[in-house]
């Protein structure tokens, strides 16, 4: 993308790619308020899972307006009360964090995955295209079907014109979901990440370091491939984008590729734990759902965003460990 904004004014389509930057899109609000502006005003929407948590506290801390909303205060599959409270609320910026995210209980809840991460989805950007509200959206590299020959053929990682073809429930409603988003035509920002962590949630870390405290010796999968990300990181240059009035589908994760294997390596040497890593193939490790062999995102036009910073997923898992209580 690098040379592509031509002007602060000049919004350009990227129709490959479908990503577009500049703060003239039709149909879509100013990125950041100019000065005699009225602040932004920011709804979360699955506030109470580890990104949307993170996104709360970031804007809070920064003394943004935000209203975090978690699945109590707003079930997203109610269409009817998603109209409602943005009609009350009128944020300018929706960050939706809300999704099914049980990779294997899809394959069985495959309804509760479709109601919240497709047709939940879709209602949250009618509702956001009808109150001119700007919508940010959470998807997967699940979507991807993570060949194994696409790692040769991608090696810095699917970019974001890659035809999506998921392997399992969860990416197939999450692929679903995008195209329900885009079809709504409001102003609207999809970011795609990968094997996410963040400080509030359960996720891969997590999972090492409690199985670390219980065992000497772990099987883990070293076959499949992918790169982190960190719900800091990520919140920190979705903000940048948005300030930066990029629109569209983009990627968004830590820098480099590693696999399950090397990632809890590098957990338990970070944090000193001797335990035993003994490398497995998905083969050794069956679940319900499939999994993508290579997942890895290109993540090349988010570096070419001004202002975005991208470390490589072990500068940000060091950082990541010592915040960790
Ligand atoms: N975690 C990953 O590795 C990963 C990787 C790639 C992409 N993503 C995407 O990143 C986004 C954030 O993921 P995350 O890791 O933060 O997930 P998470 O921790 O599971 O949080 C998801 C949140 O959504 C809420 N939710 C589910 N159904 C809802 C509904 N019908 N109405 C309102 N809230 C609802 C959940 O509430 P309950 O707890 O009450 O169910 C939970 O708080 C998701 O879009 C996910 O698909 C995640």
């Known amino acids: 993308m690098s040379g592509s904004r031509g002007g602060q004014d000049e919004s350009r389509n990227d129709s490959m790619s479908g990503f577009a930057v500049g703060r003239g899109e039709a149909g879509s609000k100013e990125a950041s308020p100019r000065p005699g502006q009225a602040a932004r005003k920011w709804l979360v929407l699955g506030a109470t899972g580890q990104l949307g948590r993170e996104w709360v506290h970031a804007l809070e801390q920064d003394g943004e307006d935000v209203t975090g909303l978690g699945r109590r205060e707003l079930d997203i599959t109610r269409g009817d009360d998603v109209r409602h409270v943005l009609e009350q609320l009128r944020p300018d910026v929706i960050v939706n964090c809300a999704a099914y995210t049980k990779v294997d209980q899809a394959e069985v809840e495959t309804d509760l995955a479709e109601a919240a991460n497709i047709h939940a989805a879709g209602a949250v950007a009618r509702a956001a295209a009808a109150t001119g509200a700007l919508l940010v959206h959470f998807s997967t590299d699940y979507v991807f079907p993570g060949l194994e020959e696409h790692r040769r053929q991608y090696p810095e990682g699917y970019p974001e014109s890659f035809p999506p073809d998921p392997v399992n429930a969860y990416g197939r409603t999450k692929w679903l979901g995008e195209q329900q988003i885009r079809a709504q035509n409001g102003p609207h920002l999809i970011l795609r990440t990968s094997w996410l962590c963040g400080r509030y ?7 090492m370091l409690r199985l670390a405290a219980e065992r000497d010796r772990l099987r883990v999968v070293n076959d499949q491939y992918g790169c982190p990300s960190f719900t800091g990181p990520v919140v920190r240059n ?5 300030e930066q009035g990029v ?3 983009m990627h968004i994760s830590s820098g480099g590729v590693t696999t399950w294997h090397d990632f809890a390596r590098e957990i338990f040497r970070l944090r000193g734990l001797g335990v035993v890593l003994e490398a497995i193939p998905t083969s050794g490790y069956p679940t319900p759902a499939n999994r993508p062999k290579w997942s890895r995102l290109d993540i090349r ?3 070419g965003v001004p202002g975005t910073r991208i470390l490589p997923w072990q500068e940000d898992l060091e950082q ?3 915040e960790l209580p």
């Open 201 to 207: 949630g359960s996720n891969f870390i997590q999972t």
């Open 238 to 242: 979705t903000r940048v984008l948005i």
């Open 247 to 249: 629109r569209g589908t």
């Open 301 to 303: 036009q988010l570096a």
């Open 320 to 322: 990541f460990l010592r």
